[in-house]
């Protein structure tokens, strides 16, 4: 075997040791943290690149949502005429949009989070969880946004901001952990299997219509309410509203809520870290 | 504190199988998870590598030669992290800093500068160690200042594999991987690279260097390993193994036809 014909070998850059076996799974919830810095370059990759050559530029965070705001006051405040119980309609239906926002427009842009960074993942050996991370991160802005107009509106229009709203952080914590979830389950398997992403979008067009958007539950009559209880994202909406709006709430959608993200924490690292080791192969 | 005596790399019995033919089928999804069917054909699968042992110790510059469909890229990406074997065992001490295609993991729309700071990142360097071997980097990629302010698409291709080698090379590492990254480089830039390699290996770092140019193999490097369908064919002086290999080449015989013609 050929020696080296270096004398003096020099430090070491890093003192990583790495042991490759031929695993199952190899990540860790560790990972999470010590993946931040990756997470967070990505984040500003993808927002810086999501404007470039675009005219408009970050005011699409304001109009967007104003199209979508415009559709719900017809179909159903102009429309069904839908009972918010004395909340002004537009601050009614723009909680329930942050909420869908913070989940579906996450979700739209994360599907194919693995597979369009392919050449990061099969040439670079990035963490992979690091392009879930900066999915979620990138995509709190255009909730954000929302969540102010809705804000705005009340305080234009003299509605009364319920002092629950000192609990929106932890709310919002919800939503990213169930946001997070579906998002590891959906861009994951898409690696394997591109149907996901062709199933998405009609997913969360009809989820439009089967979630509280913009109308409550309380006025759901008798069998779309019951179904509506068991939409994961319509406990929520109605607790983002308890918050904000200071509108009474049930019981039962936030406990299928917090059962449901329990559930898909649990079932989106799963998958998540079963898929991770074939990703460079399969993507 | 662990020492450099200690190998760079350790592989043993290192395997990896990759299956054929189209990975997502629903006759076969359903088969077996609907119908629980456990008899249908087994999917044929490749074996890249197969039992694969070798040791490299820090500081040593090796040419991997093979044919294309050797071996030669599966296991340079199961050196950098890209990817799992099937079997055996590897270990890895130190950072392994990859170039296993010119422009890899830049995104077009982002400048020179973001692209570096994406890839320092990616490599699990801190922003204080990128800002600090960034003036090295744009200077030996040839770019001015208003080049790195500007999107990578701009960029002529000669433009973009510079940066890309500026950072394989000058960022931090104890190991660097090269896979055919020099075809696509004109011929004064591949001289000024080659030169680099031989210089991180001057320095003491390891160096993986894949080439087609046997020339350019035995300039840079001090010992060869040649892979054939995934097996370990020969490990030993650079002369020797570029030697037997180019003879293998002229032959129009792959390695393992020769041996048997031998018998």
Same mark, same amino acid.
């Given at each position: 075997m050929a020696a080296s014909d270096t004398a003096v070998s020099p430090p070491l850059a890093s003192d990583e040791r790495r042991v490759v076996l031929p695993v199952k799974r190899r990540v860790r919830i560790g990972d999470l943290w010590r993946s931040r810095f990756v997470a967070l370059v990505l984040a500003s990759?993808?927002?810086?690149?999501?404007?470039?050559?675009?005219? $408009?530029?970050?005011?699409?965070?304001?109009?967007?949502?104003?199209?979508? +705001?415009? @559709?719900? =006051?017809?179909? /159903?405040?102009?429309?069904?005429?839908?009972?918010?119980? %004395?909340?002004?309609?537009?601050?009614?239906?723009?909680? @329930?949009l942050t909420v869908w926002t913070a989940v579906q427009t996450t979700l739209l842009n994360g599907v194919n989070a693995f597979v369009m960074n392919a050449q990061l993942i099969r040439r670079v050996a990035t963490p992979r969880i690091a392009f879930i991370t900066s999915t979620v991160l990138s995509n709190l802005i255009a909730p954000a946004v929302i969540l102010l107009g809705a804000i705005?509106?009340?305080?234009?229009? %003299?509605?009364?901001?319920?002092?629950?709203?000192?609990?929106?952080?932890? $709310?919002?914590? !919800? $939503?990213?952990?169930?946001? /997070?979830?579906?998002?590891?389950? /959906?861009?994951?398997?898409?690696?394997?299997?591109?149907?996901?992403?062709?199933? +998405?979008?009609? !997913?969360?067009?009809? %989820?439009?219509?089967?979630?509280?958007? @913009? /109308?409550?539950?309380?006025?759901?009559?008798?069998?779309?309410?019951?179904? +509506?209880?068991?939409?994961?994202?319509?406990?929520? $909406?109605? =607790?983002?509203?308890?918050?904000?709006?200071?509108?009474?709430?049930?019981?039962?959608?936030? =406990?299928v809520s917090a059962v449901f993200t329990v559930f898909i924490l649990w079932f @989106? !690292?799963?998958t998540f870290t079963r898929l991770e080791t074939t990703f460079a192969d399969f993507v | 504190m662990p020492t450099s005596s200690e190998p760079a790399i350790r592989a043993d019995g290192l395997g990896k199988d990759y299956l054929l033919?189209?990975?997502?089928?629903? *006759?076969?999804?359903? *088969?077996? &998870?609907?119908? *629980?069917?456990r008899a249908q054909e087994p999917r044929p699968d490749f074996h890249a590598l197969d039992a694969v042992s070798f040791e490299i110790?820090?500081?040593?510059?090796?040419?991997?030669? #093979?044919?294309? #469909?050797? #071996? &030669?890229?599966?296991?340079?990406?199961?050196?950098?992290?890209?990817?799992t074997p099937s079997s055996g065992r590897m270990e890895i001490l130190g950072r392994v800093l990859p170039l296993l295609e010119v422009g890899a993991g830049f995104h077009p729309e982002l400048t020179g500068r973001e692209n570096v700071v994406l890839y320092g990142t990616v490599l699990g360097l801190k922003p204080s160690e990128i800002a600090r071997y960034m003036p090295e980097i744009r200077e030996f990629a040839e770019l001015d200042e208003a080049h790195m302010d500007t999107p990578l698409k701009r960029y002529s291709m000669g433009m973009q594999a510079r940066l890309s080698f500026a950072v394989a090379v000058r960022f931090p590492a104890d190991i660097y991987v090269f896979d055919e990254v020099m075809a696509v480089v004109d011929d004064h830039f591949r001289g000024v690279a080659a030169k680099e390699i031989a210089r991180l290996h001057e320095l003491g770092r390891t160096v993986l260097f894949i080439s087609h140019d046997l020339d350019l193999v035995r300039a840079i490097c001090d010992r060869g390993i040649w892979l054939d369908r995934g097996r370990l064919h020969m490990d030993g002086p650079i002369d020797e193994v570029a030697d037997a290999y180019h003879r293998a080449q002229l032959r129009g015989l792959d390695a393992a036809e020769a041996a048997a013609s031998e018998l």
């Amino acid at each position: 075997m050929a020696a080296s014909d270096t004398a003096v070998s020099p430090p070491l850059a890093s003192d990583e040791r790495r042991v490759v076996l031929p695993v199952k799974r190899r990540v860790r919830i560790g990972d999470l943290w010590r993946s931040r810095f990756v997470a967070l370059v990505l984040a500003s990759r993808d927002l810086k690149v999501k404007y470039k050559q675009s005219l $408009i530029g970050p005011p699409w965070l304001v109009l967007q949502p104003l199209g979508i +705001l415009a @559709g719900l =006051i017809v179909a /159903f405040h102009g429309v069904a005429n839908v009972d918010t119980g %004395g909340i002004p309609y537009t601050a009614f239906a723009l909680t @329930g949009l942050t909420v869908w926002t913070a989940v579906q427009t996450t979700l739209l842009n994360g599907v194919n989070a693995f597979v369009m960074n392919a050449q990061l993942i099969r040439r670079v050996a990035t963490p992979r969880i690091a392009f879930i991370t900066s999915t979620v991160l990138s995509n709190l802005i255009a909730p954000a946004v929302i969540l102010l107009g809705a804000i705005v509106v009340m305080l234009l229009t %003299g509605t009364p901001i319920s002092p629950r709203a000192v609990l929106l952080p932890l $709310i919002a914590v !919800w $939503i990213i952990l169930m946001t /997070f979830g579906l998002l590891a389950v /959906f861009a994951s398997a898409s690696v394997r299997f591109r149907d996901v992403s062709t199933l +998405l979008p009609f !997913w969360s067009q009809a %989820g439009l219509f089967l979630t509280p958007v @913009g /109308f409550s539950l309380a006025t759901a009559p008798g069998r779309t309410h019951d179904v +509506l209880v068991f939409n994961p994202l319509t406990g929520l $909406i109605e =607790i983002t509203r308890w918050s904000l709006l200071g509108t009474p709430t049930e019981v039962a959608p936030l =406990i299928v809520s917090a059962v449901f993200t329990v559930f898909i924490l649990w079932f @989106g !690292w799963r998958t998540f870290t079963r898929l991770e080791t074939t990703f460079a192969d399969f993507v | 504190m662990p020492t450099s005596s200690e190998p760079a790399i350790r592989a043993d019995g290192l395997g990896k199988d990759y299956l054929l033919g189209e990975l997502t089928d629903i *006759r076969r999804a359903v *088969r077996a &998870k609907v119908l *629980r069917d456990r008899a249908q054909e087994p999917r044929p699968d490749f074996h890249a590598l197969d039992a694969v042992s070798f040791e490299i110790s820090h500081g040593e510059a090796v040419g991997v030669l #093979g044919a294309n #469909g050797s #071996g &030669k890229s599966t296991l340079m990406q199961i050196i950098a992290g890209i990817s799992t074997p099937s079997s055996g065992r590897m270990e890895i001490l130190g950072r392994v800093l990859p170039l296993l295609e010119v422009g890899a993991g830049f995104h077009p729309e982002l400048t020179g500068r973001e692209n570096v700071v994406l890839y320092g990142t990616v490599l699990g360097l801190k922003p204080s160690e990128i800002a600090r071997y960034m003036p090295e980097i744009r200077e030996f990629a040839e770019l001015d200042e208003a080049h790195m302010d500007t999107p990578l698409k701009r960029y002529s291709m000669g433009m973009q594999a510079r940066l890309s080698f500026a950072v394989a090379v000058r960022f931090p590492a104890d190991i660097y991987v090269f896979d055919e990254v020099m075809a696509v480089v004109d011929d004064h830039f591949r001289g000024v690279a080659a030169k680099e390699i031989a210089r991180l290996h001057e320095l003491g770092r390891t160096v993986l260097f894949i080439s087609h140019d046997l020339d350019l193999v035995r300039a840079i490097c001090d010992r060869g390993i040649w892979l054939d369908r995934g097996r370990l064919h020969m490990d030993g002086p650079i002369d020797e193994v570029a030697d037997a290999y180019h003879r293998a080449q002229l032959r129009g015989l792959d390695a393992a036809e020769a041996a048997a013609s031998e018998l």
